[in-house]
Nanobody, 123 residues
Framework: QVQLVESGGGLVQPGGSLRLSCAAS????????MRWYRRQAPGKERELVA????????KYADSVKGRFTISRDNAKNTIYLQMNSLKPEDTAVYYC????????????????WGQGTGVTVSS
């Protein structure tokens, strides 16, 4: 199976920065798209924040464009989310999501979720 360990969340003042990490481990042959989602309040749907393909192409939610940067280190099976110019509305639990292939003989990708890391932006 696959384990995703997230880190880097915490409390930061408006205008500050944080860097989230999500490391995948287990019987992984390959990782496809990797994403960051967030849930801003209990009961609210998770929102896609940023996406990065295996080739390195990225997409962002309009609300974070120009402030957040997603990146990946394929050698470490890790994705990052650099968050700058943080605003109170960025307060949320952030989740990583990855697509995993377990064998070179398989054409199936399986989604896995991290446990979430909390980000609070407040003065």
């Amino acid at each position: 199976q696959v384990q995703l360990v997230e880190s880097g969340g915490g409390l930061v003042q408006p205008g500050g920065s944080l860097r989230l990490s999500c490391a995948a481990s287990g019987s992984i042959f390959s990782l496809n798209a990797m994403r960051w989602y967030r849930r801003q309040a209990p009961g609210k749907e998770r929102e896609l924040v940023a996406d990065i393909t295996s080739g390195g192409s990225t997409k962002y939610a309009d609300s974070v464009k120009g402030r957040f940067t997603i990146s990946r280190d394929n050698a470490k099976n890790t994705i990052y989310l650099q968050m700058n110019s943080l605003k109170p509305e960025d307060t949320a639990v952030y989740y990583c999501n990855v697509e995993v292939k377990f064998s070179k003989f398989s054409s199936s990708w399986y989604p896995y979720w991290g446990q979430g890391t909390g980000v609070t932006v407040s003065s």
